[in-house]
């Protein structure tokens, strides 16, 4: 199979599964058997391949009599498949995806989203899969919203929720769905990691050395970041969190801010300490600067109070 272009990196544009085949071959198996649950909860941190997975799963279902079916033993969507096809053109009637992750839009909204599309009678008699993405950031109105959804599914309708661990997910949601719960360890995520990076053909980064800090996705996404941003380990972090706080605050795009607590991680790895009095003094450091991005978001704080603060420690990575 052809590599596809780094710039389409995306779970949706992932043809190959790497890494999760048992989990995709149980799945299978109970949906075989008419044991897969209409309310499944995925849980597992962000990039580590939960919604490749469902991804996989659903095509897998909806193409089983279509002339280019799923293929189970490479774990393989068939890039001519009609129902992979129609979901990237998104006209396909059997998938929903929803993502609660854009801060414009509240829960409520993206539940009324789903409500709209569900009231739209199916015209082909195959299951409809609804995947909620982000479903922990649902305050307590939407979680409720939603419930009323999940609580009675239709014949047709699966729900496969995903939890990223952002926070603590609601626990009537979490009571309402059977959790499988996704975990690599680090020789499994450097496995997938190299994979994903034969397979799409990307650019070789420094960060790549620090898998064990990461999701494979996640790395992926940084990476591509930092490469653009010409953020290299050389970088120090006070340039580099002035550099991915100035994105961020032009594009709202999260991933520049997320960038900065992995940045921070990765210069954290690499300091060294010459007594015990000097690494308390370190991790103070660090967990402070961690303090600070998080309330940065929170109370609006300017790039300077941060910055300044970065200027002024003692701490080896700056």
């Given at each position: 199979m052809p590599n596809e272009n780094k710039k389409n990196f995306d779970p949706i544009n992932s043809l190959n599964l790497f890494g999760l085949d048992?989990?995709?071959?149980?799945?299978?198996?109970?949906?075989e058997n008419g044991k897969y649950p209409k309310v499944s909860l995925l849980t597992g941190d962000k990039g580590i391949g939960k919604f490749t997975l469902a991804f996989h799963l659903i095509n897998y279902v909806l193409s089983k009599n279509l002339t280019t079916?799923?293929?189970?033993?490479?774990?393989?969507?068939?890039?001519?498949?009609?129902?992979?096809?129609?979901?990237?053109?998104?006209?396909?009637?059997?998938?929903?995806?929803?993502?609660?992750?854009?801060?414009?839009?509240?829960g409520i909204e993206n539940i009324r989203e789903i409500k709209r599309?569900?009231?739209?009678?199916?015209?082909?008699?195959?299951?409809?899969?609804?995947?909620?993405?982000?479903?922990?950031?649902?305050?307590?109105?939407?979680?409720n919203s939603l419930l009323k959804f999940i609580e009675e599914p239709s014949n047709l309708n699966y729900f496969i929720l995903?939890?990223?661990?952002?926070?603590?997910?609601?626990?009537?949601?979490?009571?309402r769905a059977i959790e499988t719960k996704i975990f690599?360890?680090?020789?499994?995520?450097?496995?997938?990691?190299?994979?994903?990076?034969?397979?799409?053909?990307?650019?070789?980064?420094?960060?790549?050395?620090?898998?064990?800090?990461i999701t494979p996705g996640m790395l992926i996404k940084y990476s591509e970041k930092l490469i653009n941003l010409n953020i290299n380990i050389d970088t120090?972090?006070?340039?580099?969190?002035?550099?991915?706080?100035?994105?961020?605050?032009?594009?709202?795009?999260?991933?520049?801010?997320?960038?900065?607590?992995?940045?921070?991680?990765?210069?954290?790895?690499?300091?060294?300490?010459?007594?015990?009095?000097?690494?308390?003094?370190?991790?103070?450091?660090?967990?402070n600067i961690m303090k600070l991005l998080y309330n940065y978001k929170k109370f609006n704080l300017t790039n300077n109070s941060i910055l300044e603060y970065i200027k002024n420690s003692q701490a080896h990575y700056v």
């Open positions: 048992e989990f995709l071959l149980n799945f299978i198996n109970l949906f079916p799923y293929k189970i033993k490479e774990q393989t969507i068939d890039k001519d498949s009609l129902v992979y096809n129609q979901i990237l053109s998104n006209i396909c009637q059997n998938f929903i995806y929803i993502s609660n992750e854009n801060e414009k839009k509240t599309k569900i009231n739209n009678s199916l015209l082909n008699d195959l299951p409809r899969f609804i995947v909620f993405d982000d479903v922990e950031l649902l305050n307590l109105n939407a979680a995903i939890n990223n661990k952002k926070q603590n997910i609601i626990e009537t949601i979490k009571s690599l360890k680090n020789s499994q995520k450097f496995e997938i990691f190299k994979n994903l990076i034969a397979h799409h053909n990307l650019e070789k980064h420094f960060s790549h050395e620090f898998i064990d800090l120090s972090f006070y340039d580099a969190a002035n550099i991915l706080l100035g994105e961020f605050k032009k594009t709202k795009n999260q991933i520049f801010f997320d960038c900065i607590g992995f940045f921070l991680e990765i210069k954290s790895s690499q300091s060294k300490y010459s007594d015990s009095n000097e690494f308390i003094n370190f991790v103070d450091e660090k967990n």
